[in-house]
């Protein structure tokens, strides 16, 4: 299991320095919106995501005139203590290390595992594919991190790719063979075809826990489902003239084909040559992907009310968690709940607090104190305005505040 049981905070959000003790089970933190409690979860969850589940720069996450900030958090696995840190800069990459030693940041999902649920999660299913691909990217990284280093490739490929067709989109050129071209299909081919690979695994493996998570949560069978739309197949989520329908579905269990996976990504690079010239964008591949989120054969987006569209984002978050629970060396995750239950009523709260008793570690932030059940209020941290107003910010844990030595720096 994973225990967070010291955060520290340095110029981050509206935190100059804070230090927040926190405990095994159940810890609340309450106070009025706007005071900081959503910014002390968002950073406990960076440590996992190595992003933030609110904004998409992390330049929003540094203090107002600070060059830098700080993320200390003491973690305890299966008794052996760690610290882990990170510096986010403004103007450099950023820094991280574990006990003091240097390593890349893309590899603390290592070890820290959290899933936090938060009501931006709602543009999982009503906003665009890509909220949808970075809720399967991001469990992929906890669950195998060394993919953080296969997408990053996979990124800076299908930007070159990208500059070589609007560069020859500005000279004419509609056809016609480009061997530079062609070097960066290869390169597009192998970093995509084994994020399509393991897209396709994880959402077989979903969706067990999800129906599970969805029933305990709405209380209803709903029949969800997670189905993968693939621009390789023909359906090119980014394009809204195009309906978004499952074109692929994989049995859980069955082996996924990486040499066919291939073919077909080629295939349809192939088909698509003419098109991509034309608009000096590359069509096809993971970066044009979905995943249809269905309620009884129906899609969520644009038919499921408000309450069915949030027990399916829920439910999304809590089969993510039981899956790390049951495959990752990590055991348990940290559990987040950021300002959930006021949105539930009484009976939806109560089947939510039952789903999630027996994690280990489960973090909520709240606005309204009787808002949470009362299993949860064991261990209250009250926050007013930027401070820990009755909590032990003397706690035995990491107060060291100055920033990473230099010599820890890392792409």
Request: proline letters at 5%; hydrophobic letters at 40%; a negative charge.
């Amino acid at each position: 299991m994973v225990i967070v049981r010291h955060l520290n905070l340095t110029d981050y959000r509206n935190y100059a320095v804070v230090d927040v003790a926190l405990e095994p089970g159940p810890n609340l933190f309450v106070g009025r919106n706007g005071q900081g409690k959503t910014n002390l979860v968002e950073a406990i969850g960076y440590l996992s995501s190595l992003g933030s589940h609110r904004v998409s720069s992390e330049q929003a996450l540094i203090r107002h005139g600070a060059d830098a900030a700080i993320i200390r958090a003491r973690i305890v696995h299966d008794g052996r203590e760690l610290l882990a840190e990170v510096q986010l800069n403004r103007g450099s990459a950023n820094r991280a290390q574990v006990n003091r030693s240097q390593i890349k940041p893309r590899e603390l999902p290592r070890y820290v595992s959290t899933v936090l649920f938060a009501p931006e999660d709602l543009l999982i299913v009503r906003g665009d594919p890509s909220a949808r691909r970075r809720f399967i990217d991001q469990l992929l990284v906890q669950r195998i991190p060394r993919l953080a280093g296969v997408m990053a490739d996979y990124d800076r490929s299908l930007k070159q790719r990208n500059s070589l067709l609007k560069s020859a989109r500005a000279r004419g050129l509609k056809s016609g063979p480009l061997a530079t071209l062609d070097l960066w299909d290869d390169r597009l081919v192998q970093y995509g075809t084994e994020i399509i690979a393991e897209r396709l695994q994880l959402l077989a493996m979903l969706g067990g826990p999800l129906r599970a998570a969805y029933e305990a949560v709405a209380g209803d069978d709903h029949r969800p489902v997670l189905l993968p739309v693939l621009s390789i197949a023909g359906t090119d989520a980014e394009d809204e003239s195009a309906a978004a329908d499952p074109t692929e579905g994989v049995e859980p269990g069955a082996p996924v084909d990486l040499a066919r996976i291939a073919e077909r990504f080629r295939a349809a690079l192939a088909q698509r040559r003419s098109a991509e010239l034309e608009r000096g964008l590359t069509l096809v591949g993971p970066h044009r992907d979905d995943v249809f989120f269905g309620l009884n054969g129906l899609p969520v987006k644009g038919y499921a009310s408000h309450g069915e569209s949030w027990s399916f984002a829920l439910a999304a978050k809590l089969a993510s968690a039981e899956l790390l629970r049951a495959d990752s060396s990590l055991g348990d995750p940290v559990l987040i709940l950021d300002d959930v239950f006021a949105e539930l009523d009484s009976r939806r709260r109560e089947r939510l607090a039952a789903a999630v008793a027996e994690y280990d570690q489960v973090i909520i932030t709240a606005a309204v104190f009787d808002d949470v059940p009362e299993r949860f209020t064991a261990h209250v941290v009250r926050i007013e305005a930027g401070r820990i107003v009755d909590g032990p910010d003397e706690a035995g844990g990491p107060a060291q505040h100055e920033p990473l030595p230099a010599e820890s720096t890392h792409d």
